[in-house]
């Protein structure tokens, strides 16, 4: 195992935090934490920085908007100053975004925020109603305004690059490579022979071979999105591995998909009757 990432939840409310980070360092194992960032003070960040490659930290808006969206008043400076505190290290920090309904107003100043903090990265998650999210699904955006802002970051995403090295990620949607394409189509032809190979590239790994899923009781699928289509136990995940259809085969209904014959869709849930969030148009499907 090369890497282990720390997540949840919050991973700091675990009472052995520190310790399971000592050791997964004393069994070589690369680590990353994602964290909101609210437990990390000064003492804390004199422990994680000499222990971790990198921390995710979760930032949702302004102050008003993330402390909302949180539901902890003061969650916002906390974790600003968590990053700075971080940084100043010499701890490789990024940043992470929900993009949901009501914070995608503030994506102007999440783009502000990430230009004047010491980070290496942001991440944009799109909204999940899954889990406690289910009872929230009005906070997932429409399609409309899924597109709109996934525009909004690559265009941003040109213009501070062009000045300073910085990881700009979406996480959440496959489609978004399909979006990739498009934007670039219309305002990076020169870059758009290189992302076509990438993103096919990744449709081969993810979508078709590189995946196997065991849930916590042995059941193996093909992904943690098709928990409705076992595939055996893991005792037998020798021969699911090697008799595990293409993807093509089991997802009827992207066949007709625009970006999926070009082999641009690199989506683990296509098949599994997941809006996948591309495009709507001429010759594409779900």
């Not at 974790?79 to 102007?108: H, K, M, N, Q, Y």
């Not at 096919?200 to 699928?221: E, Y």
């Not at 641009?264 to 779900?286: D, N």
């Amino acid at each position: 195992v090369p890497a282990l990432l720390f997540s949840g939840g919050e991973p700091m409310c675990c009472e052995n935090f520190f310790r399971y980070l000592e050791e997964a360092n004393l069994l070589g194992m690369k680590v990353t934490v994602s964290t909101n960032g609210s437990l990390i003070d000064g003492a804390a960040a004199r422990l994680m920085a000499p222990l971790v490659s990198y921390v995710g930290i979760s930032i949702d808006g302004p102050r008003e908007a993330h402390d909302e969206f949180r539901g902890n008043p003061g969650s916002f400076d906390a974790a600003v100053g968590a990053a700075e505190l971080l940084a100043s290290l010499g701890c490789r920090v990024g940043l992470r975004f929900t993009l949901a309904r009501p914070l995608i107003p503030f994506l102007d100043d999440i783009f502000s925020l990430a230009e004047s903090l010491p980070v290496s990265r942001i991440c944009f998650y799109h909204f999940m109603p899954a889990g406690r999210g289910e009872r929230d699904a009005a906070l997932a955006p429409a399609r409309g305004e899924t597109d709109a802002a996934i525009w909004r970051v690559m265009e941003w995403a040109d213009r501070v690059c062009a000045s300073r090295p910085i990881e700009i990620l979406t996480v959440g949607d496959a489609s978004d490579g399909a979006r990739l394409h498009e934007y670039l189509r219309r305002h990076g032809a020169s870059r758009l022979e290189r992302a076509s190979s990438l993103l096919r590239s990744a449709a081969s790994r993810t979508g078709v071979s590189g995946i196997l899923s065991v849930r916590w009781d042995g059941v193996v699928f093909r992904n943690q999105f098709s928990w409705n289509r076992p595939l055996g136990n893991w005792r037998e995940i020798g021969r699911i591995a090697r008799e595990k259809p293409p993807l093509d085969e089991t997802a009827p209904e992207c066949a007709p998909c625009h970006w999926r014959a070009r082999h641009i869709c690199a989506s683990r849930a296509a098949g599994f009757g997941r809006e996948c969030g591309a495009f709507r148009r001429k010759g594409a499907g779900r």
